[in-house]
Nanobody, 129 residues
Framework: QLQLVESGGGLVQPGGSLRLSCAAS????????IGWFRQAPGKERERVSC????????NYADSVKGRFTISRDNAKNTVYLQMNSLKPEDTALYYC??????????????????????WGQGTQVTVSS
């Protein structure tokens, strides 16, 4: 069974940090560009960050640049999202998703949610004092 499982969410105070993990089972992430998305109540799902299959290229939404860092460990079949200096507006359900791509590539191709084939169930991040 092909699965992506997110973990690491929780309640944190403004200015705090969290590290989200996205672990794959049933398939190898070597052949997938990975994106982190988030969706707050009443808002559209937005892409927060993505990373190429070899980790050589990354992309961030303007709202998180300089605060979030995406990384991947293909040996562990896991992608991470380090989130620092968290703000209340970062509160959302965070999802990881996999977009098929050539292995060992630095090219990023996925922009829209519909381009991603596999999705996790999400992990809640709440930033509040």
């Amino acid at each position: 069974q092909l699965q992506l499982v997110e973990s690491g969410g929780g309640l944190v105070q403004p200015g705090g940090s969290l590290r989200l993990s996205c672990a794959a089972s049933g398939f190898t992430l070597d052949y997938f560009e990975i994106g982190w998305f988030r969706q707050a109540p009443g808002k559209e799902r937005e892409r927060v960050s993505c990373i190429s299959t070899n980790g050589g290229s990354t992309n961030y939404a303007d709202s998180v640049k300089g605060r979030f860092t995406i990384s991947r460990d293909n040996a562990k079949n896991t992608v991470y999202l380090q989130m620092n200096s968290l703000k209340p507006e970062d509160t959302a359900l965070y999802y990881c998703a996999a977009n098929p791509a050539p292995p060992d590539s630095s090219v990023l191709t996925g922009t829209h949610p519909y381009e991603y084939d596999f999705w996790g169930q999400g992990t809640q991040v709440t930033v509040s004092s």
